[in-house]
C-alpha cells in the first residue's frame, strides 16, 4: 500500500487533504497526458461494492489520479475502523478550481449540463474558453454517444474537464478517455456540483455540513429523486463497515 494513500470499503483513498488537492491541480501542466479525480462518496462506495470483480467502473476506480473522500459520513466511519481519510467536498473543489485555479484563458471542457449552464459559467467566468459536449441520457449503454463524448474530450485540449454525467458513466468515460491516449489536461468527476455552483440548487448550510447531515439537508430539497438513495441504499454503508477488514 502507497503511505500516502488509505484503503478503505474497496476503495484506495489518496490522503492529500483540500490545499494538497488544490496544490496538485494548479500545477499539473496543462498539456500533461489525460488524468482524472474520483471523490467517492457513500452512494458511490455502496454501487462499487456491488459491481462485479471485473466491472468496468472497478478498473476507473483503480486509474484514476486521485481518489479524495468527498464524504464526512465515510471519513467518521473510517476512522471508527482506525483509517485516517481527510475529507475534500467534490463541490468545493469543483467551486475554487473554477473561481481560483482556473486562469484567464484556460479552456474548460463540460461533459454534461444543458444550453443554460454553459451561459451561466460564462458569465461567472468570462475570461475563460468554455465549450460543452451535451451527450444524451443514458449514456453508458449508447456506445456511439460514448465515443462522441470521449472524442469531444480529446479534440478541446482543455486544461480542465468536468465530468457532469453521474457515477458511473463519467467515472467511465473519463477511463476511457485516459487509455485512448491523445488528450490532455485534468479530468474530474463532479457530479452534480456545477448546480451548487450556478446556484440552480442550494447547498446545505455549513452547520449541517460540519455535523455530516448534508445528506439530509439534499434529501428534505429533493424528497421525490433522492428518497432511495438516502434512505435505501445508503444506509448499506453501515453494514459494508462492519464487515470490512484491514488488507
Given at each position: 500500500?502507497n503511505?500516502d494513500q488509505?484503503?478503505?470499503l474497496g476503495?484506495?483513498?489518496?490522503r492529500r487533504?483540500m490545499?494538497?488537492t488544490?496544490a496538485w491541480?494548479?500545477?499539473?501542466?496543462?498539456d500533461a497526458?489525460?488524468?482524472?479525480v474520483i471523490?467517492?462518496n457513500?452512494?458511490h462506495?455502496?454501487?462499487l461494492?456491488?459491481?462485479?470483480?471485473?466491472a468496468?467502473?472497478?478498473t476507473?476506480?483503480?486509474?484514476a489520479?486521485?481518489?479524495?473522500?468527498?464524504?464526512r459520513i465515510?471519513?467518521?466511519?473510517?476512522?471508527?475502523?482506525?483509517v485516517d481519510l481527510?475529507?475534500?467536498p467534490g463541490?468545493?473543489l469543483t467551486?475554487?478550481?473554477?473561481?481560483?485555479i482556473a486562469?484567464?484563458g484556460?479552456?474548460?471542457?463540460?461533459i454534461?449540463?444543458?444550453?443554460?449552464m454553459l451561459a451561466?459559467?460564462?458569465?461567472?467566468?468570462?475570461?475563460l474558453d468554455?465549450?460543452?459536449h451535451?451527450?444524451?441520457?443514458?449514456?453508458?449503454?449508447?456506445?456511439a454517444?460514448m465515443?462522441?463524448?470521449?472524442?469531444?474530450?480529446?479534440n478541446?485540449?482543455a486544461r480542465?474537464?468536468?465530468?457532469a454525467v453521474?457515477?458511473p458513466?463519467?467515472?467511465i468515460?473519463?477511463?476511457?478517455?485516459?487509455q485512448?491516449?491523445g488528450?490532455?489536461g485534468?479530468?474530474?468527476c463532479i457530479g452534480?456540483?456545477?448546480?451548487?455552483l450556478?446556484g440552480?440548487?442550494a447547498?446545505?448550510p455549513l452547520w449541517?455540513?460540519r455535523?455530516?447531515l448534508e445528506w439530509?439537508?439534499?434529501?428534505l430539497?429533493?424528497?421525490?429523486?433522492l428518497w432511495?438513495?438516502?434512505?435505501?441504499e445508503?444506509p448499506r454503508?453501515?453494514?459494508?463497515?462492519?464487515?470490512w477488514?484491514?488488507p
Amino acid at each position: 500500500m502507497n503511505p500516502d494513500q488509505a484503503h478503505f470499503l474497496g476503495v484506495d483513498f489518496d490522503r492529500r487533504d483540500m490545499a494538497a488537492t488544490e496544490a496538485w491541480l494548479a500545477d499539473r501542466p496543462a498539456d500533461a497526458p489525460f488524468a482524472f479525480v474520483i471523490t467517492p462518496n457513500v452512494d458511490h462506495v455502496v454501487k462499487l461494492d456491488r459491481a462485479p470483480r471485473d466491472a468496468e467502473i472497478r478498473t476507473a476506480y483503480a486509474l484514476a489520479a486521485l481518489r479524495l473522500c468527498d464524504s464526512r459520513i465515510v471519513a467518521t466511519l473510517a476512522r471508527t475502523r482506525g483509517v485516517d481519510l481527510p475529507v475534500v467536498p467534490g463541490s468545493d473543489l469543483t467551486a475554487y478550481l473554477f473561481q481560483q485555479i482556473a486562469k484567464p484563458g484556460d479552456r474548460i471542457c463540460l461533459i454534461g449540463g444543458d444550453a443554460p449552464m454553459l451561459a451561466e459559467l460564462r458569465a461567472l467566468r468570462p475570461d475563460l474558453d468554455i465549450v460543452q459536449h451535451i451527450p444524451p441520457m443514458g449514456m453508458l449503454k449508447n456506445p456511439a454517444a460514448m465515443t462522441a463524448a470521449a472524442a469531444f474530450v480529446r479534440n478541446a485540449k482543455a486544461r480542465f474537464t468536468l465530468l457532469a454525467v453521474a457515477m458511473p458513466q463519467q467515472e467511465i468515460l473519463a477511463l476511457r478517455v485516459a487509455q485512448a491516449g491523445g488528450a490532455s489536461g485534468i479530468g474530474l468527476c463532479i457530479g452534480a456540483s456545477l448546480d451548487f455552483l450556478t446556484g440552480r440548487k442550494a447547498r446545505a448550510p455549513l452547520w449541517m455540513r460540519r455535523a455530516s447531515l448534508e445528506w439530509l439537508h439534499r434529501l428534505l430539497s429533493e424528497p421525490k429523486r433522492l428518497w432511495r438513495r438516502y434512505l435505501i441504499e445508503g444506509p448499506r454503508v453501515f453494514l459494508l463497515t462492519m464487515r470490512w477488514r484491514r488488507p
